[in-house]
């Protein structure tokens, strides 16, 4: 990644978002950044006009903004890694386009990051004003990242942080193709802190984040930045033979004792419940083999067709982007009307 040449870099994953992202880029052009600011749109394959929006958007704003179209949908993580790549400032904001993260709070976030001097600053919501399922959910995925993931127990993640440079440069030399970004930020630094701020409810639409794409965060969380399903598969294991075990002496005993006729029902439970469990600690490894095969064999993080800006970039197309992805990109610059 290049020397950071602004104070501060946004960068928005877009999904769906063609009838929110206008009004969040205006309310953030509008904002005054001491050393400047620029604005970063990753249209993550979104089957609306999302990417017209944001193409339009690029003869109007009035301060730098770069739209990165990928070929298809990659998922949220994906396409702030590739926002990521493009970013020249000395702190970078990630924020979702639903407006739901007021863009006020964006200098509140970073001057609170200047001040504190911590590499990473999350958000922390004081009432989320998302759906109950959609709240447990988050909810579910904190507690599970307190046992998995390097991170202070009970610390909230968000979407809405604030990265120090230091911190994106190392996120980018990630090249695996099923990121996490909180996972990734807790891997290179434990500077962390946060901040409360407000968070509204959805203005249109609805959550982008079914169970599927939660269910593929939480995959992401426990194969990729932990091994912990293996130790519980093998301790599940040793425990269901010890209980397996007894369970014979018993069987033996009672025959011997008793001289009842074995049981078909208790014989049926347990095949069924040793099954399952076999099954289950073979699906976890499966999951760890199946994963490293993607890997080796390169699957793309993501796919960028075309990058395209509204300011004149003589070093062109920031390194960080031709990480072993298959990349089709032309880049376009446009001047504001």
Partial sequence: M?????????????????????????ALAALSVP?????????DGSPDNSLQVCRELLRTCPVQLTVVELTRNFGEHNAVLAGLSHARGSWV?????????PPSEVLRLLEFAQRSGKH??????????????????SNLTNFVADFLLDKPKGFYLASFRCLSAFVVRELVKYNGPFPYI???????TQSI???????????????NYTFRRLLRLWTNMFVNFSIIPLHISTISGILFSIIGGLAGIWVVIESIILQTPPGWGSLMIAILLLSGLQLLILGIIGEYLGRVYLTLNEKPQFIIQQVERNYHDSEGIAPGVSRGC????????????
């Fill in 35 to 43: 050393g400047g600011h620029e604005i970063i749109l990753v249209d």
């Fill in 193 to 207: 802190d946060h901040i409360s701020v407000a968070h509204l409810p959805r203005a249109q639409g609805r959550s």
């Fill in 326 to 337: 298959l990349l089709a990109v032309n880049d376009k610059k446009y001047q504001r009307e």
């Fill in 93 to 101: 904001i990630t924020m979702d386009d639903d407006l739901q993260n």
């Fill in 120 to 137: 990473a600053i999350y958000a922390r919501y004081g009432k989320k004003e998302h759906a109950g399922w959609r709240n447990l959910g």
């Fill in 182 to 188: 909180d996972g990734l930020i807790l891997q290179t």
């Fill in 2 to 26: 290049r020397k950071p040449e602004l104070t501060l870099t946004v960068v928005i994953p877009v999904y769906r978002g063609a009838g929110s992202v206008g009004e969040l880029v205006r």
